[in-house]
């Protein structure tokens, strides 16, 4: 932790002296100083449209999770479902978000719902990749034992493939929640009165860039905070998992 | 008790072509008996064992269970793989009681057996253990725990000392040979608890030959020193 740390400090006093020593424009890119000044003249109107893009996000999110989830167990359960959903979400993969953005703005408004959606076409597909991924790799062995006392399937999937599958459905909400920060802000871009991406687009366009710049720094810090929490929740729920990779870490680590 | 009459085994593979597995396994195993499969990996011995607990359907022959054909999965069996396979989220305790828990049995009424099982099997004190607290060879009689607390009349192990005993053979050696366990019987059951610290099963048999597990059913325990042991767990010479 404090090696990182000191490399980021290192850099931002390299930035901020540079730009002193050669007196670069601030409206092109701003000192680091000028960033940290900036965010606080503003951080009511900052926070405000945070909250905004926070909300867009989790409601993405939240919506990815409850359709991802499902989709995977669908996905894994049945080869007819899998043969006609797989390539169906591979397309919807393929297509950039940023090229759907627009229509879905057309078809949804102006309003939060066309954030909310996109951040969910972002971030829903890792969810099922990796749930259906995990769901796929319950040991052989526990599913015969399973068999062999007749358990019914929803017993074994509650009792054995669903626990087993959740360290593979918390890498997958890990990558998730950071493509729903994404989602919502290039929703915002497309078209928003409100929300960071809204903030950013406006600053840029008058120049304000120590405002744009903040604006990013407060996402980057709700993106940093939302992947801590998910961190924090599979240590929660699935600590086993969280253990076993502290061990292969210490062989890592000097 | 188990019969086995000219079973054979065929799967499909991939490619289309039929696999033989087992060809033609006639045995009979009789109450309160241990027998052994020995061959070299790949000669179907985990087949046969998936077969006798109605995991797997025969392709040819049958297999009657005190009289009865097995054509599905009956719950009278306990099985011990060739790794723990726990799961990571259970205590020891737990992980016992799973079997009682997938077959609708009352935890409660079950609780005084595993602790009996627990202790038997020298894991007192690591009840309230996770399994990656434990090491390996202990996961494994956790494991074996886990497929006696429901009582079974029958143990299938398929090669369940692998994590325990590990002798290193001299390199170049004739290709180690693995045991696949069938057992039987409470009688059968003990043995197989104990057979780790007595390095081998006891009643014994033998094989050798390549593809198809031969069978030898035999009492006395298998203390010889011959080549033909380097396929059984005890260190023969």
């Known amino acids: ?254 | 008790m188990i019969e086995l009459a000219a079973v054979s085994k065929t799967y499909r593979s991939r490619h289309g072509e039929a696999v033989r597995a087992v060809e033609d396994v006639t045995l009979d195993v009789k109450e309160k008996e241990f027998v052994s499969l020995v061959g070299p990996s790949g000669c179907g011995k985990s087949t046969l064992l998936k077969l006798v607990s109605g995991l797997t359907p025969v392709t040819r022959g049958a297999i009657r269970i005190r009289g009865q054909e097995v054509r599905e999965p009956f719950p009278d069996v306990g099985f011990v793989f060739q790794s723990a396979v726990l799961l990571p989220w259970r205590t020891v305790v737990d992980n016992v009681l799973f079997s009682i828990e997938m077959l609708g049995g009352s935890r409660h009424e079950h609780r005084d057996r595993a602790q009996a099982l627990i202790e038997l099997a020298g894991l007192a004190g690591f009840e309230r253990k996770y399994p990656w607290e434990l090491s390996g060879g202990m996961q494994q009689r956790v494991a074996i725990c886990r497929a006696l607390v429901h009582d079974p009349s029958i143990l299938l192990m398929d090669e369940p000392f692998g994590a325990l005993d590990g002798a290193p053979r001299p390199a170049g050696a004739r290709a180690r040979r693995r045991a696949a366990t069938a057992a039987h019987g409470r009688h059968g059951v003990h043995a197989g608890l104990q057979g780790a610290e007595r390095r081998g099963p006891e009643p014994h048999l033998h094989a050798g030959e390549p593809c198809a597990p031969q069978l030898r059913t035999g009492s006395a325990p298998c203390w010889c020193r011959r080549a033909c042991c380097s396929a059984c767990s005890c260190s023969g010479s």
């Open chain 1, 1 to 254: 932790m404090l090696v990182p740390t000191g490399v980021l400090l290192g850099v931002l006093v390299l930035w901020e002296l540079i730009w002193r020593v050669f007196s670069v424009p601030q409206f092109v890119v701003p000192l680091p100083s000028g960033i940290l000044v900036e965010t606080w003249q503003w951080r009511g109107y900052l926070l405000w449209h945070g909250w905004v893009t926070l909300y867009e996000t989790l409601g993405g999110f939240a919506l990815s999770i409850a359709v991802g989830t499902p989709l995977a167990v669908m996905i894994v359960y049945s080869p007819t479902l899998r043969r006609a959903v797989y390539p169906l979400l591979v397309v919807t993969q393929s297509v950039p978000k940023v090229a759907i953005a627009p229509v879905l703005l057309l078809l949804l408004g102006a309003g939060q719902t066309s954030k909310i959606v996109v951040a969910f076409l972002v971030a829903f597909f890792p969810i099922v990749v990796d749930t259906a991924t995990g769901l796929a790799a319950t040991p052989p062995e526990l599913l015969d034992l399973s068999r062999s006392y007749r358990a019914s399937a929803f017993k074994t999937f509650m009792k054995v493939r669903f626990p087993m599958a959740l360290p593979f459905f918390f890498s997958g909400l890990k990558v998730a929640v950071t493509l729903s920060v994404i989602g919502a802000v290039v929703g915002e871009f497309v078209g928003s009165d409100q929300g960071l991406g809204y903030v950013i687009v406006s600053a840029t366009s008058y120049w304000k860039s120590n405002l744009a710049f903040a604006a990013m720094l407060l996402l980057a810090v709700m993106a940093i905070g939302l992947f801590a929490l998910v961190e924090l929740a599979e240590r929660l729920v699935c600590p086993w998992f969280a253990f076993s990779r502290e061990r292969a870490d210490e062989g890592v680590r000097l």
